[in-house]
């Protein structure tokens, strides 16, 4: 299980202790000095170079992540997370959840709209033609063997490198948007959700999620979350059109999300009283 991770409070209410053989946790840090105390983050710290929003720097990070785990023969599913995530479940029911599962929770759509395959140049062709562009979600959660194909991709991962990024053909392509979900709905369709464990809230159509501050936690919000069955993509063209599919576990309908996202830390102990782990 891969994951970078919210607060070390956070982290202990999350009942971690004493699952300490099922899990390992991987930072991806500046270069500066470290941030983290918590025993579980000592040696975990992965530095590089500055990580730009939009850039493919977003996806060398999530590269660099996954091979520093797959040196682990344990790790077994891989999980992307950003310090403002918070689980919504207890240890072992999102263990369970993903160690158990069939596929990988990598996200996906088709957005015929201009922040969707708008953004598509055709120098990316013959690899990559405009019908399998897809759009998503970055925060994935996927089996090793997924993990393992990404590592091995160079063919696709230089197409977004040098033909999805900022001002090329006049667009603005980020490349952490689509290179995960075009990449499998090529190589693997089947294999992948198509939707993401982590929740995260679109609704006020805007270039960043909502953020939410100690006084929108409640107990409503988290249970309304957790709940959540059916996932839902917005197109960005005119007609604005919902994509509405059910989250299906191994062909079973079941709630859609095990993370959520994105809690401002002033939200800890709010979040520490009402999730009862």
Same mark, same amino acid.
């Given at each position: 299980? $891969?994951?970078? =991770? ?5 982290? #202990?209410?999350?009942?971690? +202790? *004493? ?16 941030? @983290? ?14 990580? =730009?929003? *939009? ?12 091979? @520093? #785990? ?35 929770? =990598? ?10 395959? *708008? ?7 013959? =690899? ?9 979600? +970055? ?5 090793? +063997? @997924? ?27 980020? #490349?952490?948007?689509?290179?995960? !979900? ?32 100690? +006084? ?29 599919? !059910? ?10 999300? $095990? ?11 709010? $979040? ?6």
């Amino acid at each position: 299980m $891969l994951c970078t =991770v919210y607060l070390h409070k956070m982290l #202990a209410h999350f009942s971690w +202790q *004493g699952h300490e053989g099922k899990f390992s946790v991987y930072i991806h840090a500046s270069k500066g000095k470290p941030v @983290h105390v918590s025993r579980y983050f000592l040696n975990r710290e992965i530095r590089s170079d500055e990580v =730009v929003w *939009g850039r493919i720097s977003m996806v060398d990070a999530e590269r660099r992540l996954l091979a @520093h #785990a797959l040196k682990d023969p344990d790790n077994q599913h891989f999980v992307l997370l950003s310090d403002s995530c918070v689980p919504l479940h207890n240890f072992d029911y999102v263990y369970n959840y993903l160690m158990h599962a069939n596929m990988s929770f =990598v996200d996906g759509f088709v957005d015929p709209g201009p922040h969707g395959n *708008g953004r598509y140049s055709e120098h990316m062709l013959p =690899v990559i033609e405009e019908k399998d562009f897809r759009k998503g979600a +970055q925060w994935f959660s996927m089996r090793r +063997q @997924h993990a393992l194909i990404v590592m091995a991709d160079n063919i696709y991962y230089s197409r977004f490198r040098d033909y999805c990024k900022h001002g090329l053909d006049g667009k603005n392509c980020i #490349a952490d948007e689509h290179y995960l !979900p075009t990449f499998f709905h090529m190589i693997d369709p089947g294999g992948i959700a198509n939707w993401s464990v982590t929740h995260v809230d679109w609704s006020e159509r805007k270039w960043h999620p909502k953020s939410y501050r100690a +006084q929108d936690v409640t107990e409503e919000l988290l249970k309304n979350i957790s709940s959540i069955d059916m996932t839902v993509h917005v197109t960005s063209d005119e007609k604005n059109q919902e994509l509405v599919q !059910p989250c299906l576990w191994n062909g079973i309908r079941r709630p859609c999300h $095990l993370f959520a996202r994105k809690f401002y830390p002033e939200t800890l102990d709010k $979040l520490m009283m009402l999730l009862y782990f």
